[in-house]
Nanobody
Framework: QVQLVESGGGLVQAGDSLRLSCAAS????????MGWFRQAPGKEREFVAA????????TCADSVKGRFTISRDNAKNTVYLQMNSLKPEDTAVYYC???????????????WGQGTQVTVSS
């Protein structure tokens, strides 16, 4: 069973940076890709970014392109989301997710973390 634990959320001001971490345990082929989603109050959960453990191939949503960067540390089984130039509209609960590949993870991940709150004040 894959377990995902997020950390690094908090309250920041617009323009600040924040780095989220997701520690994965019990990795299997069903969790070959890792990603981040977010859900703002009253909105649906949306895909943010994803990366594969093996090749490091990445993909991200247009809304965060150029500001957010996803990376991984295979030795630590940890995936990161570096968020720069944060905006109030980035305020959301951020969830870590895992799936068999980078295509599936953008829509239907197999596993979810518990989420971490990111609040950006203006």
């Amino acid at each position: 069973q894959v377990q995902l634990v997020e950390s690094g959320g908090g309250l920041v001001q617009a323009g600040d940076s924040l780095r989220l971490s997701c520690a994965a345990s019990g990795r299997t082929l069903s969790s070959s890709a890792m990603g981040w989603f977010r859900q703002a109050p009253g909105k649906e959960r949306e895909f943010v970014a994803a990366i594969t453990w093996y090749s490091g191939r990445t993909t991200c949503a247009d809304s965060v392109k150029g500001r957010f960067t996803i990376s991984r540390d295979n030795a630590k089984n940890t995936v990161y989301l570096q968020m720069n130039s944060l905006k109030p509209e980035d305020t959301a609960v951020y969830y870590c997710a895992a799936a068999p590949n980078i295509v599936v993870i953008t829509t239907t991940p197999n596993y979810w973390g518990q989420g971490t709150q990111v609040t950006v004040s203006s």
